[in-house]
């Protein structure tokens, strides 16, 4: 038969699976001699055991008894003595924390004897009968069931009686009056008398936390993190230490070392002769714990030691309670600290530099949401607690920020250049404000999901941005939006956190946490460790500029549509697209040629000789064409028409845009925009390889393929087009044509893709689009709610889902690897910059991930995280 | 060495791979010892050697000398002989008749003496001269490649300087003077003479055939329908027989059996003293072959004999070309003979029932095609001959129908009610308009493909129907259409031809072959071989009695969103919609729950314990609100002011409704909805299999899932409201809960779906618009282009996309299989109607198909056809 309880003094902390982990971390302290009050723990086996019989075996309270008496010798009081009696406490702790189960029942021992007894040691009547009022109403709530509002309900009575406003103000005899009353009250409900016999009492709380293991909110918790049934819980039963019995006791938190900055030294507060609840309920100001180097000094030397043996063992910042009874210093748990993201990386660091953890466990301690936290101004916490939200969207883009609303792009540039700092308020975005996004400190719509249009910009451009406040009416015409009864008007101010989500009303202080040289060291460690390369999707300067900073080893995706959006361009674009005859669709592309041959020019100059993917047009016509209040002008500038031109722009509108007439179904239609985007691509990588004497290889990528013969058409097309820009400069460059992996069917058939594909890259945006049958403008109005009832674990858009876009993606890296193994294998979707996503993405042999220049950081991290 | 060369009395039909189509025809009746004129085949083999080599070995010029001797000795002819000369025709033929190859070369062994002996030989020197001034042409134009036009410039110019306005009026001094123009015209530009020695004549003949192999022509060909390259042509050389050297000479065409009707006896013409040529040229009218037995009786008994030798051999109705020469009857080619769908039918059934075929054999003999044919209405073909078709659009329904236009379904359905025949004319069609539909002779749409509402609700009703007609520019609100001068207005009468896809202005005539007993033989043996079953997509009374009576195995596809378009239920549907409170939500749902049980009651009442499927509400909610005109109403129905009901309105719109929130997303969204459609089909089916005293096992489908929780939620949900019927009824009834697959990610988790779903059924529609990214509305912008360039060989939503869509169904079907038999799969999109798609459900396991009830023929057809 297998141990049924291990006193503190027999586990470790290898003995998470029997002992929990509670119990686990107390005989881990026992082992290491520390000052732990003594206890034992019985085992996650011995609960299985009830709960196969709902009985607790004979067995099981022979051992029980036998370790309290060993816990009476060591103690040297004795359980249910009327001199000196032992008080013990009982708490569950199972391996993983778990919220719903039976947490504690504190002062088991207690009875109508004991009290006296422990009133006569403390000398503190007050505190012992309300040890014991605590203790009955604890327990008649966790073992018994009822409802401690009956017990409440009386002690508020009786102290409006008695005109007490506060607990603290109750005499010995009031708390004695109030316990009778409590036994009254318990009798009444439960027909029995409340136990006097401490083993009644102690084996009634086993049974009661054994039991708590299948409640249903227990139940619920195990199933939503898939924690097995099989598991159970211990049970750990501790002598009661207190820190209230007079001046040389105390109570008290500290950490090792800072949580809020990483600095190093003793972080922490006491309170003297007070319990833990004390130093929470905040009723006295608690002490810095330096003071206790004067009051208590031994006190304060052996705590220190401890400090350093927690840390050292732990290899972590500790957070550490303890309590002092009677000048005797007691250790009553350890745990890895909470810190912000400042402190964890700096904690990081310190401890890989000085050799108490290698760089892998540094890199480990550090989440992804951390190091996007040091990227963005954060609000001032304090400031933060008193305010009240005006509404709540989706968090797109973190970052925190203030300034005037403003409701079209054009408004918003304008206060913007005339020194105001902006944001833009709109029901949702699209390329044609791409101007007044830029300007603006923080993006707020009412609609659109996680990667609406606003959503990836703002990321792209690390600008904070909400989405889908689905509370907030914008009214863009009428320059107005209104939640409720409030209505917010242009140049209001309002303070946007896009880190929650959460959108005020006036300003909200902000702080930058931003300390470049830890996160600079933590990418050099991570590019080391990394084993995928970590690409940006990136066309401009400033963010192919931010991206290289960040340690990006290419662009992955650099998306020729957002260049047609300037001024001049759009006209271009639009003459293009209302052209009649060939000779005005060429002239057009023509002048469009002249631009993006600087376009190009610019990205192969700041990547000098990294690899570049550049994906030719990929959205429908109809997002270019004139708006209404263009026509009058498109009009002249083509000469035709208005009904012409209306006519064109009713020929060009789709039913589902997402799956119309867009991709490479542009570069089949009409050929000569991807010619003419070639050519650019081209020529610019001819002349900048010239002027700086380097090689660069143009990856140009073709969007949306579905088919073989798409591409093959495609690829004709693009090479007889190198080949004349080759004669044309007497000059060749090697270059590579390759195929987006985004429609399934491209999935389903990248192995005959591959005959004519030189590179691969994931578009999982438009992937688990298609992989779902969601649209993301549209998967708004359900997502919430599948989530909600637990039906979608996260938004896929965010986490790559795995069985289904996932499994597409392994099929068509599978299918291609063994016909050609230097195929590569990119990931340009948003989840290539999702650390959750990542691992599988290396698993299944992808080669390299893309993502907005501001979320590489995350990225290096979560690949070497991933590459151990 | 193989064998170069095969006399005709040396070969047979087995040696298709070696003599090619052509020369193993000609074996096989000189087999028969049928009067086919001397002559021996080249082999395919003999080409490949060339076509290696570039040259004609040494072997085969000799070879090539030994059969001509062979044949001058077999006719009595000596080739290039100045008495009696023997002309050979040298022809291609390939194992697949294939377009683009040199095709025929006549008379080769003409000079410029042998052309003296045949001017002799037959009395008349106009037709020796005639063959020799086209041999010429011939030759050059396809073994020298001098362009035709030269000659016919030349002849062009001769009949107009001697005032000849046909060639018919030449003498032979007139023809001898153009043969020698022809000869310089050849010398000019080959700068050699005519060759006069026939050898050399006949091997560049042969030459030119091999190399024809290769010609860009039948290269592109080739590729295109998969045929290797590798076949090679074989090349057959014949002795020339004709038909014009007296009144004892003849030639003919002639079918075993009526070609139009099927009906048993000869049918042909014959023309006295004439070639080939003149019975296509229709210079002079041809006799009936019956007068054939009053000329010459011992021939056309001869004829008569050799028609049933062929027949019987072949098996099937011959069409057979022969020339008497001088009274010799010749049988120049057999071939299975083109019928109609009306007499394809008959000669099928007639042959199977005389057991000259096998009733397989007979259904193979029938395409889909012709079922389809023969179930509506057809123009006269006459008609058509003359009719100029007005504008094309896509084929989406077959049929013939000639009507007034209408552009809105309300005018239609009142011109329908006065007595017109109305076609409705639209951009395109909705739900709404489904009551003009109905009384509908035909529907044009301009936009939207072939499985647009338009088309898949016309092919259902078994409506003549052509939409995307892109050239016509329909304005409803104007009531008038546009196509470059012609202006259509109400009332306007056009014709309709749904299998062309032609609309014709005013009426073209109609018949209707529609004979309903050779079909339901076709269906009774088709139901008796095929080994899946063919269910039927419909919910309305007539379309399910119309499946039954085609031999529908029960509903796969019964689509509740169509039952909720008629007046009264339709605005219990926007109330629902519009509802604020559950209350008024839930007063709606139960008006609709009492038409709902009427519904089911009517489909399980018809189909009297056959399987039924029947599908929850698929659509997004917005195809259901008020449109502009009916907002008053809905204001006033639903006690709420207009901008409430418009701003609600617009919350529902999306962006792209194809991936938006329909389907099972509403289901989970809006339970309650499903919950009433529940409870109606249980109650129903209760209720009928209660009054009739049968089994119904009802097939509830849960459409658009895509992941097991969504699937696990509602069937938690229906299985509580299924239960509480029961309970109400206190009777229970057997059932089974299933999933759509028409979802990538459905198909890829098909083994988790496989845990809660009792049976599954693919929607290709969706699936193919997901797999390729292709929407179906929007698709008809490039799709023709896509098909032009040969990028997509067919359109995947009228035939299965194996390689992607079909690849996702196999991975479902091998997914589930295994670890469960009985759950079974269906079909319900479109191609599940298609014969060209059958074989490949059968063979990835597909338990039946269900489509239309106008299609479920030509399913029954293609099953049976594929179930070998």
Known sequence: ???????????????????????????????LELPVPFGFTITTGACMDYLDTLCLSQDLLETIKQY?????????????????????????????????MMDTILNLGL????????????????????????????????????????????????????????????????????????????????????PQDPFEQLTAAVQAVFASWNNPRAKTYRRLHQISDDLGTAVNIQAMVFGNTGEQSGTGVAFTRNPATGETGIFGEYLINAQGEDVVAGIRTPKEISQLQTEQPEVYHQFEKICTILEDHNRDMQDIEFTIENGELFILQTRNGKRTAKAAMKIAIDLAESGAITKQEALNRITPEMINQ??????????????????????????????????????????????????LLRQDTSPEDIEGMVVSEAIVTSRGGMTSHAAVVARGMGTCCIVGCEALEVDEFMKRAKTGDVVLEEGDVISVNGSSGKVYLGKIPTTLDNDFSKLSKILEWGLALGDLKVRANAETAEDIQTALKFGAAGIGLARTEHMFFGEERIWEMRKMILAD?????????????????????????????????????????????????????????????????????????????????????????????????????????????????????????????????????????????????FNEYNFATPYKIGSMLEIPRACLTADQLAENSDFFSFGT????????????????????????????????????????????????????????????????????????????????????????????????????????
Chains 1, 2 share one sequence.
């Open 111 to 194: 009875n109508d004897q004991t009290v006296v007894a422990l009133a006569t040691a403390t000398g503190n009547p007050a505190f012992a009968y309300d040890c014991y009022r605590r203790l009955i109403q604890m327990y008649a709530d966790v073992v018994k069931g009822v409802d401690r509002s009956y017990f409440e309900n009386y002690l508020d009575h009786y102290k409006k009686e008695h005109e007490y406003t506060e607990d603290n103000q109750l005499t010995g005899a009031d708390w004695q009056r109030v316990t009778e009353a409590y036994q009254l009250i318990y009798m009444e409900h439960i027909k029995e008398k409340f």
């Open 68 to 100: 309290v008496t060993l816990l009476e010798n060591k103690t040297n009081k004795q359980f249910g003595a009327t001199r000196n009696p032992l008080l013990v406490s009982v708490r569950s702790g199972s391996k993983f924390s778990m919220p719903g």
């Open 765 to 868: 945006n438009d992937l688990t689009q298609l992989t779902y049958g969601f649209s993301r403008d549209d998967s708004v109005k359900f997502i919430p709610e599948y989530m909600e009832k637990h039906i979608l674990a996260n938004d896929p858009y965010q986490h790559l889902d795995t069985q289904g876009v996932g499994e597409l993606m392994r099929t068509a890296v599978n299918k291609v690897k063994p016909l050609n193994q230097k195929i590569s294998f990119g990931v340009c979707g948003e989840v290539g910059g999702d650390p959750a996503s990542i691992a599988f993405l290396r698993e299944i042999g992808v080669d390299y991930v893309s993502c907005s220049p501001y979320r590489i950081p995350a990225a290096i991290l979560a690949v070497a995280q991933s590459s151990v």
């Open 1 to 31: 038969m297998s141990k049924l309880i291990y006193d503190f003094s027999e586990g470790t902390k290898e003995d998470l699976d029997l002992l929990g982990g509670k119990g686990a971390n107390l005989a881990e302290m026992t082992s």
């Open 374 to 423: 040091s990227l963005h101004p954060v609000f001032d916490e304090e400031a933060l607690k008193t305010a009240e939200p005006l509404v709540s969207g989706l968090p797109a883009s973190p970052g925190a920020a203030t300034g005037k609303i403003y409701f079209t792009a054009a408004a918003a540039k304008d206060a913007h250049d005339a020194g105001e700092k902006v944001i």
């Open 581 to 725: 005859t060939k000779a005005s669709r060429e002239q057009a592309l023509a002048n469009l040629e002249v631009f993006q041959i600087q376009d190009f020019r610019e990205i192969f100059s700041l990547t000098a000789g990294l690899p570049c993917t550049i994906r030719l047009l990929d959205p429908p016509l109809h997002e270019f064409v004139p708006k209404e209040e263009d026509l009058k002008r498109a009009a002249t500038e083509t000469r035709k028409n208005l009904s012409d031109i209306r006519q064109r722009i009713s020929e060009l509108e789709e039913v589902n845009p997402m799956l119309g007439h867009r991709g490479c179904r542009l570069g089949v239609t009409y050929p000569e925009i991807y010619e003419m985007q070639t050519r650019a691509i081209i020529k610019a990588a001819l002349e900048v390889s010239q002027e700086q004497n380097i090689q660069i290889i143009p990856e140009i990528m073709l969007p949306l393929i579905s088919e073989k013969r798409e591409l093959d058409f495609l690829r004709e097309v693009l090479e007889k087009t190198i080949q004349e820009v």
